[in-house]
């Protein structure tokens, strides 16, 4: 059975202790390979490594780092069907979905960042009253990089290839759920020739390895991506040596939909929001609020097109819904709905498992999910799910769906559907969130800042906004 290794001073090992946890196949409920379970000693030296890399990596030019970034770029492109395979098979999720959005979109984060290193230049400031300011931006150090299992490459490398643009070298940890990709992007990192220890990939488990992470003193700083609770437990063992936090968290995205809206593209786009890659993307619109007057027809052609989605094998190209991400997460959706059923909730398709045939007999499927009749405060209405089920609630005025909006602890993202750009735009401005889609959703422009507020999300990915992040930043004043 394969082996996932460790990735540390350019060398694909196994952990210390020598153990390794059981890597399962979603659509299959089947162990298929064997994870590194690695612990604090691996660590300690993949700081090591990273800390003597840095030396040399942070003196290199911004082209010569955009160089190195161009090359693992191509190197994806070249392993496109493979790498989406590996994610298919490790997540669930479609294989279509993993080759035509999840792997050219990790291509695209080491692009982006090869390109927007060489714009990522400091600021000189006029003379005011007096002096000369110079601003001066220089690689932090060595960070760590933790993500989650929902996109396990596209965030893997939204978060390291901007550190490796900066300068800094990287200790990173995928999610153990998922990490085949990121061993396959090790082997990407040898063939591109990417200096020892400059990127360092370390498999386990999060109280293990990412606790590791989190309390090491070298380490500079640290970009989390993955729940909320997580992201609290990182914040409070990060304290002690007060190192810089980025982490983007949970969310409970509205959905808002006014009856002056595009009737079809907007009931297209809020499927699409609510249940790609089984809801579980952190930016998915499970709370959807509908003004009274378009509620009724509006939930009957949702439910029309919800009804077609096909749940199936992920690597069926007739699938639009594949697995769940793991057993523990299944249980999770399910012990939800149980929650959403005796909060009152109307199941107007969905709200239970999916059973396939052969061999998928055991595997993770959920049929999408849409509920009615739930009070916006109730637990589903404000606790993350992250799975493929929404609810749906009727409005009568923009001060109420406002609030309904704004009401859960969450403030990642949200959408709102209108052709009345002046209302949304004034609502856009009052919605407790980080990133607002106006009649569309989940648009991305690389250069933009992304992340949430309230307990979404503290700092921002994205353009020079995470390059700031990794970087020190030096004012230079002279008379
Ligand atoms: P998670 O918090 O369980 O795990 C995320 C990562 O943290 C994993 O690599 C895990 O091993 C590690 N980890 C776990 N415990 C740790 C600890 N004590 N110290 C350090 N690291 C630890 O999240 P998940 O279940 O993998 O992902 C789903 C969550 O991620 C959802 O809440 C979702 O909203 C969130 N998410 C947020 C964004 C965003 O941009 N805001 C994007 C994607 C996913």
Redesign the pocket.
């Known amino acids: 059975m394969e082996r996932i290794l460790n990735y540390i001073n350019g060398e694909l090992i196994s952990p210390q202790a020598n153990q390794f946890l059981d890597n399962i196949n979603p659509a299959t409920g089947k162990v298929y390979s064997k994870v590194a379970s690695s612990h604090d000693q691996d660590i300690n030296k993949a700081v090591e490594c990273a800390k003597k890399a840095f030396l040399t990596w942070s003196q290199l030019s911004p082209k010569e780092r955009s160089n190195y970034l161009f090359k693992i770029s191509e190197l994806i492109l070249k392993y496109l069907d493979e790498l989406a395979l590996a994610e298919s098979i490790d997540n669930g999720k479609p294989f279509e979905v993993a080759r035509s959005i999840d792997i050219p979109r990790s291509a695209e984060n080491f692009k982006f960042f090869a390109q927007q290193i060489l714009h990522f230049e400091g600021e000189s400031f006029a003379e005011h009253e007096k002096g000369k300011n110079k601003v001066f931006f220089s690689p932090l150090g060595v960070v760590g990089c933790?993500?989650?299992?929902?996109?396990p490459l596209y965030?893997f490398s939204w978060k390291i290839a901007p550190a490796l643009a900066a300068g800094c070298t990287v200790v990173a940890?995928?999610?153990?759920?998922t990490p085949m990709s990121a061993f396959l992007l090790s082997k990407i990192c040898l063939e591109a020739g990417l200096p020892a220890g400059v990127l360092n990939i370390v498999h386990g488990?999060?109280?293990n390895?990412?606790?590791a992470?989190?309390c090491h003193q070298d380490i500079k700083a640290i970009s989390?991506?993955?729940?909320?609770?997580?992201?609290r437990?990182?914040a409070k063992?990060a304290a002690t040596t007060m190192k810089r936090l980025h982490l983007?968290?949970?969310?409970k995205n509205p959905t808002i939909v006014f009856s002056d809206c595009d009737f079809e593209l907007t009931v297209e786009q809020t499927l699409r929001a609510a249940f790609s890659n089984q809801g579980?993307?952190?930016?998915c619109g499970s709370r959807i609020f509908v003004e009274r007057s378009l509620y009724e027809s509006f939930t009957k052609s949702l439910v029309e097109k919800i009804k077609k989605l096909k749940v199936g094998n992920p690597l069926d190209p007739e699938s639009d819904q594949g697995a769940v991400v793991s057993r523990e997460?299944f249980h999770k959706v399910m012990k939800c709905l149980e929650i959403a059923k005796s909060e009152g909730g109307k199941f107007l398709t969905g709200g239970h498992q999916v059973k396939l045939l052969g061999e998928n007999a055991d595997g993770f499927f959920i049929a999408p999910t849409l509920i009615a009749n739930l009070n916006y405060l109730c637990r589903t209405n404000q606790e993350?799910i992250?799975g493929p089920v929404a609810s749906i609630t009727p409005f009568d005025s923009e001060e109420e769906v406002l609030m309904m909006a704004n009401s859960t602890e969450y403030g990642?993202a949200a959408s709102i559907w209108s052709s009345d750009l002046e209302k949304a735009q004034r609502m856009a401005l009052s919605l407790e969130c980080g990133i607002v889609w106006i009649n569309n959703w989940m648009t991305r422009d690389l250069r933009t800042p992304?992340?949430?507020m309230k307990e979404?999300?503290r700092g921002r990915?994205g353009g020079k906004y995470i390059l700031e992040f990794f970087s020190n930043i030096k004012n230079i004043c002279t008379l």
Request: negative net charge; proline residues 4%; charged residues 10%.
């Open positions: 933790i993500s989650p299992w929902n996109l965030l940890k995928p999610s153990e759920v488990l999060g109280s390895v990412g606790e992470i989190s989390f991506t993955g729940s909320t609770s997580t992201g437990l990182i063992s983007e968290m949970g969310g579980q993307i952190c930016l997460h993350e992250f990642l992304f992340g949430g979404s999300g990915e």
